[in-house]
């Protein structure tokens, strides 16, 4: 375990472990207790800084291992993860009227999403703690980026599916050789079946919320995001919201970089979930404990009625100065196709949500037009090819017959 760790804080009580004290949530606050990790930046401070990062090869998540709840003995047999490009829109900033657009594409991980951040750390920590197995229960995203990391590292994975998983992410379970249990029902009873499961045979628990280590791994992309800005992240950072560890992630990754001095501000977050399933920004409207919500949208991987990680995703929003809002599926889509179009990036629908959700967060001048801003496109779209035809228009079908395509383009012209 990495040396500048001094423990481990509930989110709920405010009580401090040690780490060895405890594996998941706090024992008193039980799955409602989710546990923060804490470091010792006092001491991180006085080396942690730009010339140390400079003198850093590893592009890799792995660079900033010394904020990572890991030792470096299996580092060098993992998959290249993180390190993912953060673009400077071309087109989308002149469309959407802002300042400064950044996309850091997370769709390039090696399971196509952001979970591998994720995934890297639950599968280490499985080793270092001597297990041979590990589980969880997942929409899609963690379950395969769970897989590739098992596989990749020697690890059998038993991993819980709700039977509505999209084609993509089953496809990649089954080939990563992964025992698949797709439950007839939703992800809620998934989860719960995938719990005691894990009770039952002793398994490396990777379910997100409840392991506080791996909030670690989803913080990384903060850390590139503001290190690729030198230092300089923008106004807004905006992410899609399903259990709420990637925003808990989001905002833990600035944290620490403002405890080590790099940064000056936290950047406001904007959550977005969609209208079809919104429990968390209901409960920050309402500025009420959570309530479950049905699970209706096409967005599988926010797709949550009942969030794991409340406490610690409305913290992140609120200490942020942030603000979380809902997109209608609709828009989900056609911001898919607005991404694909003018900036060249496929996103699946959850990722594409957080595009939907700047347009209207301009729409209803929470984010102004002098603002800056970044969107982290969480998931790749290949994963789901269906609601990606849903998006779009079939293709032109017509016989090899040159003097037909000639009519047709000078009917249409280039559309
Ligand atoms: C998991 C996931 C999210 C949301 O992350 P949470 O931690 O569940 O809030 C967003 N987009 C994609 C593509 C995901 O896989
Ligand atoms: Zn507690």
Redesign the pocket.
Known sequence: MNPYITGLKCTKCHQIYKINEVKTTCPHCQDEGILDVLYDYKTLKEFFNKPYLDTLQDKTMFRYKLLLPIDDTHISEMLSIGGTPLYSSNHLHHLLKIKQLYIKDDGQNPSG???DRASAIAVLRAIEEGHHTVSCSS????ASSLAAQAARIGLKSYIFVPKRAPVGKLSQLLIYGAHVISVDGDYNETYHLSKLAIEHFGWYNRN?AINPYLVEG?KTVALEIAEQLHFNPTDWVI???????????VYKGFYDLKQLGLISKIPKLLGVQSDGCNPLVKAFESNQSLKPVEENSLAD??S?GV?R?PIK?LYAIKHSEGFMIDVSDEKILEAMTLMGKHEGIFS?P??A?ALAGLIKAIDLKIIKHDQSVTIIN??NGLKDPKNAQLATKPPLLMKPDLNELIKHIEQKGDQ
């Open positions: 999403s952001l979970k929409t899609g995203n963690a997100a989803k992410v899609s919201v399903g259990d709420g560890c990637t925003i808990a992630g991987s926010i949550v969030p990680n995703a699946e959850a990722a949500a969480t998931g």
